[in-house]
């Protein structure tokens, strides 16, 4: 996996703080709402295609699971969650609406693994820094329009947020997540672009030369801080480091930002308080607390595709009507299948038989299944990796498969150091 020096992850925070800043220039300036944000992923998917060809040699894949979940995922994420933050914009601050969004985790966390008393005092000090933020810049907010509404609708959007990786949980697929994110950014700048031509906005667009700076870095921005950001998060090993660092720089410099823009985020006792609470909260939740957990932010890590359990389990895999037996080492499972590293070579679409330790006292299972994607990246003994969707799973075998996911995920859960992927 690649490594990225801490100036490359500081930059990469400082570029996505500074789009908060932007986008909210173009909406009180143009009062454009879609062709931004349909730019932005637009040119943030062209990345995802180009960077993967070039440095991996690989062009997105395409299947109708893996477009049904971009869509159902996109829908959330990309589309309604960008949406109703572009129109808080219109009223809050982007300090301000940059210090929410950056709290995703956090309820995110709540949602999945429900409320636990130990947290209470993370939960408690977040709510009190985000109201004492927010009443610092009430005043402001209020000269541009009515704050409780944009306060609603940035709320919203941590809810869509929320929900969209909520529900990319639930969805069983064993593609790339590069592959995911490229079609979820995809479909949802095209959506975003229909509808601004529906509503003219490509006719409203002042053509002030004072504007032309805002317009080249949103530009790129789209390229760099959603494109090659969204790249960087689906390759790169986290650590808690890392989250530490994009955690915490990203409502900062939002902030700074803000202030250097002539006040457009006010600097006073109540801000600065504010996301000192704040950046606390977020800070010991992010160290204290799991990083596989936290970094379930936005899609999926490429390291953790789809709902799966992090396990490693050696076996044997024979392809249907073949007598060659091959070592196969799985790494992760889930209810539609395994993520494997392999001894020898198979093609996308064989039809396999894969033999696990999966059963009671560790007897073997044996499971139907078909290649669903394979690379050589792996170890000199293991030199293939890729993923197996399961085949004719039902009755005994499922119901093994289920018993073993429960098995591990109860071992993780009392495992301060394993994480739910």
Request: proline share 4%; charged share 15%; net charge positive.
């Amino acid at each position: 996996m690649p490594k990225y020096s801490v100036f490359t992850i500081f930059f990469l925070g400082v570029l996505l703080s500074t789009s908060w800043l932007c986008n909210a220039i173009v909406v009180r300036v143009t009062d454009l709402l879609y062709l931004p944000i349909a730019a932005r992923f637009l040119l943030g998917a062209m990345a995802l295609f180009f960077i993967p060809a070039i440095f991996l040699h690989r062009f997105p894949q395409r299947s109708l699971r893996l477009l049904h979940a971009a869509i159902s995922v996109s829908g959330l994420v990309y589309f309604m969650g960008p949406l109703l933050t572009q129109v808080s914009l219109q009223t809050l601050p982007s300090g301000a609406v940059a210090l929410v969004m950056c709290t995703v985790p956090i309820w995110l966390s709540l949602v999945i693994r429900g409320f636990q008393t130990d947290r209470f005092s993370d939960l408690f000090l977040l709510v009190l820094g985000m109201a004492t933020f927010i009443f610092g810049v009430w005043t402001v907010a209020s000269e541009r329009g009515n704050p409780a509404l944009g306060l609603l609708y940035v709320a919203l959007a941590c809810g869509c947020q929320v929900m969209g990786v909520w529900l990319s949980r639930r969805l069983f697929w064993l593609h790339s997540a590069l592959d995911l994110n490229f079609w979820a950014m995809f479909m949802a700048g095209l959506a975003h672009g229909v509808l601004a031509l529906l509503h003219g906005e490509h006719t409203q667009l002042p053509l002030n030369p004072t504007l032309f700076p805002t317009y080249g870095l949103i530009v790129f921005l789209g390229f760099v801080a959603t494109g090659c950001a969204a790249y960087f998060y689906r390759v790169e090993s986290i650590t808690r480091t890392t989250l530490m660092l994009l955690t915490l720089t990203v409502p900062t410099f939002a902030l700074l930002l803000g202030v250097g823009a002539m006040g457009e985020t006010p600097l006073n006792a109540f801000t600065l308080v504010g996301l000192a609470i704040c950046l606390f909260a977020l800070a010991k939740a992010c160290w204290l607390g799991n990083p596989g957990q936290w970094m379930t932010l936005l899609l999926n890590n490429d390291r953790r595709q789809g709902d799966r359990l992090v396990c490693l389990l050696d076996g044997f895999l024979k392809r249907m009507g073949d007598a060659q037996t091959m070592r196969i080492q799985v790494i992760d499972l889930a209810i539609g299948g395994v993520g494997f590293r392999l001894d020898k070579e198979a093609q996308k679409g064989d039809s396999v038989i894969v033999t696990l330790p999966m059963g009671k006292n560790w007897t073997s299972v044996t499971l139907e299944g078909k290649v669903a994607h394979i690379n050589k990246q792996g170890s000199r003994e293991y030199p293939f990796v890729g993923g197996i969707e399961f085949t004719n799973l039902s009755g005994h075998r499922r119901q093994c498969v289920v018993e073993f996911l429960a098995r591990v995920s109860r071992a993780e859960e009392e495992s301060i150091g394993s994480f739910v992927a």
